[in-house]
């Protein structure tokens, strides 16, 4: 048995959160899903995940500055 990917997505959008776990979780991913930016990124700190999927427009941090974040402390996740 092969071992299901984590997914962490970012999305202020509630709606939107919620459509792109459950397709995520229906192709078989691990996903966790945050709204908020700096939330997410804690949980990067107590948690393994292979790649981060974030909405780019959001209050306070934006997803070029999540992406920038993530890079410095965990080169190794792909960040879409």
């Known amino acids: 048995m092969s ?5 962490l997505v970012l999305d202020d ?5 919620l459509v792109l776990q459950t397709l995520l ?7 966790t899903a945050i709204s908020d930016p700096e939330t997410a990124l804690a949980f990067l700190n ?5 790649v981060v999927v ?7 941090v934006t997803g ?4 920038q974040r993530v890079k410095k402390s965990w ?4 960040v879409l």
């Not at 071992?3 to 997914?7: M, V």
């Not at 959008?13 to 959160?17: D, G, P």
């Open 13 to 17: 959008e509630k709606n939107y959160l």
């Open 46 to 50: 107590e948690s393994e995940v292979d």
């Open 64 to 67: 070029r500055e999540v992406l």
């Open 75 to 78: 080169p190794h996740i792909p």
């Open 25 to 31: 979780e229906d192709e078989g991913y691990t996903v």
């Open 54 to 60: 974030t909405d780019m427009k959001m209050p306070k």
């Open 3 to 7: 071992e299901k990917s984590h997914i």
